[in-house]
Structure formats: C-alpha cells, structure tokens
T-cell receptor, first 108, second 114 residues
Framework: KQEVTQIPAALSVPEGENLVLNCSFT??????LQWFRQDPGKGLTSLLL?????REQTSGRLNASLDKSSGRSTLYIAASQPGDSATYLCAGDDKIIFGKGTRLHILP | GAVVSQHPSRVICKSGTSVKIECRSL??????MFWYRQFPKQSLMLMAT?????????EQGVEKDKFLINHASLTLSTLTVTSAHPEDSSFYIC??????????FGPGTRLTVT
C-alpha cells in the first residue's frame, strides 16, 4: 500500500529565502504526482502536476521535480513571500494518497 | 479551468440524523469522483472512489452503510452521512477527474455533529 512521507512537518523561514519541501513514497512505481497547498480551514489548491512521463514542472516561483527511481519529489519555492504561508501537500498515485503535509510559515 | 463545487460549505446537525453533501463538476464531465475526509491537523484520507453509474469503492475501514455515495451523473456525486455521530465531525472534500491524470478539488464541507 502506498504511503507518503513529507519532511519537514513544519518550517519557518524569513521572507525572501529559497526553500525546499520533500516528499517520498514507499512504492516508487508511482503514476503521477501533484503538489497542493491548503490554507487553514480551506480546500486544496493544485500547484503542480507531474505526469508519469515527466521529471519536473515549473510555475512561477515554484518548481517541482520527481525522481521515480527513488520515489522522491521536491517542491522548490524561490524568493518566499508571506503569502506562501500554508500547508503544502504532495500526493501520488492514481487515487491520490496524501502525505501529512508541511506547514510553512514565512516570516515577514 | 475546471471547477468543482460542494454544497453545503458548512453544516451542523444533531446526532442520529443524516446529512447529504453534494459535489458537482461545473464545467466538465467527471468519470470518477473521490471523497476525502480530513480531521483537524491531519492529512486528507481517501474514503471512497465513485464512478458514474456504478457502486462506489470504499477504502479499508470506511463503513459503506454509514457513508452512502451516489454518483448519479457525470457531474454529480453525493455523500450521505447516515446516523451521524459527533466523531463524524470533520472536513469532507470531494474531487473530480476528467482525464487520466489530474484531479480537481472542491472547496470542502465542514460537518459538525452535535
């Protein structure tokens, strides 16, 4: 059964810093991967989708990569802003199995 | 972009009553819809997968007689929490998929059972 682990569980960084969030899977044979953000008490916003044939995706200040051989993905956030404060979730596989998320807090 | 709505956004009900939550894909046809539950400070947990016109597939540990899912059309799935108990209080989120890859999520429904 697929399990997803996210490290770190929480992260606080000063505004402007670049940061990396990590995600790993127990079953490296994942089909595709999505990164989401969730604001407190709200639903999910899809950030990036990496399909099975791809290795990375970029959107603005966000870059996500996927290493299927090791079952790992990273989300890189450049020049962090206070508005980036949220919980970031990665999810993989066909039915989307979520990690527990990384609670990110950007210090102004 | 693809939009998924949920109704209601918040609901409070008394213990023992049933509550229905609707999930609609507004501008696309969803062959598959998923229902998730999220407890405070926990991640989302998949409850069930529903395909239009067929019975839902429930994840292990999810009571199918308690959480009734009906995927009546390609744009509508409903989750009914029957004989609700306070421990059913949670944030319920649906998602819809129109192609093999990406899921689109609804805004969620916060259920409080008193």
């Amino acid at each position: 059964k697929q399990e997803v682990t996210q490290i770190p569980a929480a992260l606080s960084v000063p505004e402007g810093e670049n940061l990396v969030l990590n995600c790993s899977f127990t079953d490296s044979a994942i089909y595709n991967l999505q990164w989401f953000r969730q604001d407190p008490g709200k639903g999910l916003t899809s950030l990036l989708l990496i399909q099975s044939s791809q290795r990375e995706q970029t959107s603005g200040r966000l870059n996500a990569s996927l290493d299927k051989s090791s079952g790992r993905s990273t989300l890189y956030i450049a020049a962090s802003q206070p508005g980036d404060s949220a919980t970031y979730l990665c999810a993989g596989d066909d039915k989307i199995i979520f990690g527990k998320g990384t609670r990110l807090h950007i210090l102004p | 972009g693809a939009v998924v709505s949920q109704h209601p956004s918040r609901v409070i009900c008394k213990s023992g009553t049933s509550v229905k939550i609707e999930c609609r894909s507004l501008d696309f046809q969803a062959t598959t819809m998923f229902w998730y539950r999220q407890f405070p400070k926990q991640s989302l947990m998949l409850m069930a997968t529903s395909n239009e016109g067929s019975k839902a597939t429930y994840e292990q540990g999810v009571e199918k007689d308690k959480f009734l899912i009906n995927h009546a059309s390609l744009t509508l799935s409903t989750l009914t929490v029957t004989s609700a108990h306070p421990e059913d209080s949670s944030f319920y989120i649906c998602s819809a998929r129109m192609d093999p890859y990406e899921q689109y999520f609804g805004p969620g429904t916060r259920l409080t059972v008193t």
